[in-house]
């Protein structure tokens, strides 16, 4: 860590030196302006001019990628909060076919990605996301949401044989994804520039690390939600071969995690260490659960006990998401003095 001495240059101005390294790498030179923000715990953030601009670009060359390296490229540009991207061949090259279909197909993958220039040997893609149309906390829920939606579709479909809504579920897996690549956009973004954790709903960058990790807890739940509707559209009939007492029970446990997903990410969202605590005891009863279903069930072939195992191994998961969030809940809340906590 690097110190510097404060100096008085008159009855009320304070001043110190910035560091010569730092202004030379940020081309900050005598006469620019600097923003000064001050955020929790007695920081005080220095930003060049070149931080704030939200017009960054970003090349990629494409020789020497397949498409699918290609397209991941892309997808990795966009996160890191590239305003523009170019695709470029190689040199006295065209793009060829499939790189063409690459980046089209990545345009479709992502929120607020399009292709606004295109010529034979490169396409020029710019993202027109604001960050302050959203925050952290409402993309969040809306990935939540999205997740559960999924799930109660899958379980319905299995329940009463309807392929339709199975394919329903499968169909959002696409927003549930793209909702989670903008949520880790507008993380980085805020990261690199502190500036933008306040549009996004934040006072300061410290929750930035927490919503990270909430953020991929949902989407791997979303993915848990996709595999039960996958189960509904390749097994016979669309369902499962139980008895309705039994499916009754299985409706119940997805009730029971879906409101704790949903209060798992209340508790993030409004700093609720109550809520964070009443999710782990809402686990605690439902932590037996598959192994108790699986155990009163009918004598069945190994194929048919398989899936139903599946179906509740991907219910049994999204409770313990849904705990994890409810951790991160506990640490976020606990940051914060409250009637369980003083901070001194």
């Given at each position: 860590?690097?110190?510097?001495?404060?100096?008085?240059?008159?009855?009320?101005?304070?001043?110190?030196?910035?560091?010569?390294?730092?202004?030379?790498?940020?081309?900050?030179?005598?006469?620019?302006?600097?923003?000064l923000r001050m955020g929790g715990k007695g920081t005080l953030t220095v930003l060049p001019e070149s931080v704030q601009s939200e017009e960054s670009e970003a090349t990629i060359h494409a020789e020497g990628l397949n498409a699918d390296a290609l397209e991941r490229a892309i997808l990795s540009q966009y996160v890191l909060g590239r305003r523009i991207i170019h695709v470029e061949s190689g040199p006295d090259e065209t793009l060829p076919s499939s790189h063409?279909?690459?980046?089209?197909?990545?345009?479709?993958?992502?929120?607020?990605?399009?292709?606004?220039?295109?010529?034979?040997?490169?396409?020029?893609?710019?993202?027109?996301?604001?960050?302050?149309?959203?925050?952290?906390?409402?993309?969040?829920?809306?990935?939540?949401?999205?997740?559960?939606?999924?799930?109660?579709?899958?379980?319905?479909?299995?329940?009463?044989?309807?392929?339709?809504?199975?394919?329903?579920?499968?169909?959002?897996?696409?927003?549930?994804?793209?909702?989670?690549?903008?949520?880790?956009?507008?993380?980085?973004?805020?990261?690199?520039?502190?500036?933008?954790?306040?549009?996004?709903?934040?006072?300061?960058?410290?929750?930035?690390?927490?919503?990270?990790?909430?953020?991929?807890?949902?989407?791997?739940?979303?993915?848990?939600?996709?595999?039960?509707?996958?189960?509904?559209?390749?097994?016979?009939?669309?369902?499962?071969?139980?008895?309705?007492?039994?499916?009754?029970?299985?409706?119940?446990?997805?009730?029971?995690?879906?409101?704790?997903?949903?209060?798992?990410?209340?508790?993030?969202?409004?700093?609720?260490?109550?809520?964070?605590?009443?999710?782990?005891?809402?686990?605690?009863?439902?932590?037996?659960?598959?192994?108790?279903?699986?155990?009163?069930?009918?004598?069945?072939?190994?194929?048919?006990?398989?899936?139903?195992?599946?179906?509740?191994?991907?219910?049994?998961?999204?409770?313990?998401?849904?705990?994890?969030?409810?951790?991160?809940?506990?640490?976020?809340?606990?940051?914060?003095?409250?009637?369980?906590?003083?901070?001194?």
């Open positions: 860590m690097e110190t510097r001495k404060v100096q008085r240059l008159g009855p009320s101005t304070l001043a110190m030196t910035l560091p010569a390294k730092w202004a030379q790498e940020h081309h900050v030179e005598k006469g620019d302006e600097v923003s063409i279909n690459a980046v089209y197909n990545a345009e479709t993958q992502l929120m607020g990605l399009g292709v606004v220039e295109e010529t034979p040997d490169s396409i020029a893609i710019r993202c027109s996301v604001d960050p302050e149309d959203f925050t952290l906390d409402n993309l969040l829920e809306r990935l939540e949401s999205t997740g559960g939606t999924m799930r109660n579709e899958g379980v319905k479909a299995l329940a009463h044989g309807n392929p339709d809504l199975a394919q329903r579920a499968l169909n959002r897996e696409r927003q549930a994804n793209k909702i989670f690549v903008l949520l880790l956009r507008l993380i980085f973004t805020s990261y690199q520039n502190p500036n933008l954790a306040r549009a996004v709903g934040l006072d300061d960058g410290f929750p930035l690390i927490a919503y990270r990790s909430a953020a991929k807890n949902l989407e791997l739940t979303a993915d848990n939600a996709e595999d039960i509707a996958e189960i509904a559209m390749e097994t016979d009939g669309h369902s499962l071969n139980v008895d309705t007492a039994t499916m009754r029970r299985i409706r119940e446990f997805t009730d029971d995690v879906d409101e704790m997903a949903e209060l798992a990410v209340e508790a993030i969202v409004e700093r609720d260490y109550d809520l964070a605590c009443d999710v782990r005891e809402r686990f605690a009863a439902v932590e037996d659960r598959e192994q108790d279903i699986l155990a009163d069930l009918d004598e069945l072939p190994n194929d048919e006990i398989l899936r139903v195992r599946e179906v509740l191994v991907s219910l049994q998961q999204t409770a313990q998401y849904a705990v994890r969030n409810a951790e991160i809940a506990s640490n976020l809340a606990l940051n914060e003095e409250s009637g369980h906590v003083t901070i001194e």
